[in-house]
């Protein structure tokens, strides 16, 4: 059995030297030219995350909405951290502070122009949970979980979440909005209004799962 494996390999090592991969044929229009005509869209990885591959799209973000329902659940039962430690040294707080500031600013770009440049709402919403995590090293828990509560953080999620499922639906079914005119900022359609309903979903989100580990578990 050894030997047939050896000869397998053998063999494969000599197909991909001698043989060829057939090439593309040359006439046939570019993939990426294509996405981006069918889309509107000058970002092709937008243009099918939010439209050719928009049935799995929804799907991530609900899994993602689940991801933090279970965090919840998981440390519902566990009782709060006595002592939460964060940093006091004034340079720290100075760098984490603006390293937070660019992270928000970085989001909001990405979610505005995510369709037009590398980027788009899964990346923003990386971002603005960055620059909320920045901030929770160095700020009060109690004062993080009151301005949460405040501006009802928890309900803009879930309404972003329902306003993404229903606007993804609609385009799945065919009623898309105009493209308008590529590479302006109000192009494709509804790709952009998905891009920040994600990255609201994801920023949000992410603020949720900091705010829960730091009361149960401290700053790891």
């Not at 995590?133 to 949460?148: C, F, V």
Request: glycine share 10%.
């Amino acid at each position: 059995m050894r030997w047939l494996y050896v000869a397998a390999g053998i063999a494969l090592f000599v197909k991909m030297l001698l043989i060829a991969n057939p090439s593309p044929d040359p006439i046939q229009p570019s993939i990426v030219e294509a996405v981006v005509q069918d889309s509107g869209v000058p970002n092709a990885v937008s243009g099918i995350i939010f439209r050719n591959r928009l049935y799995d799209t929804i799907f991530e973000v609900v899994v993602f909405t689940i991801a933090i329902l279970g965090c919840k659940f998981l440390l519902a039962n566990e009782p709060p951290s006595n002592r939460i430690r964060q940093f006091t040294d004034q340079p720290s707080i100075v760098l984490a502070r603006l390293g937070a500031t660019i992270s928000a600013l970085v989001g909001i770009e990405l979610a505005i122009r995510g369709h037009l440049s590398p980027g788009g709402g899964f990346a923003a919403g990386v971002a603005g949970g960055t620059a909320i995590g920045l901030i929770a090293i160095t700020s009060s828990s109690e004062w993080m979980q009151a301005i949460y509560k405040r501006w009802h953080a928890a309900t803009w999620e879930k309404v972003s979440v329902l306003i993404f499922i229903v606007l993804s639906v609609l385009t799945l079914v065919g009623l898309e909005l105009p493209h308008g005119e590529l590479g302006t900022l109000f192009s494709g359609g509804a790709v952009p209004l998905l891009n920040i309903l994600v990255a609201i979903k994801v920023t949000l989100g992410s603020w949720a799962a900091v705010l829960i580990f730091i009361r149960y578990r401290g700053l790891l």
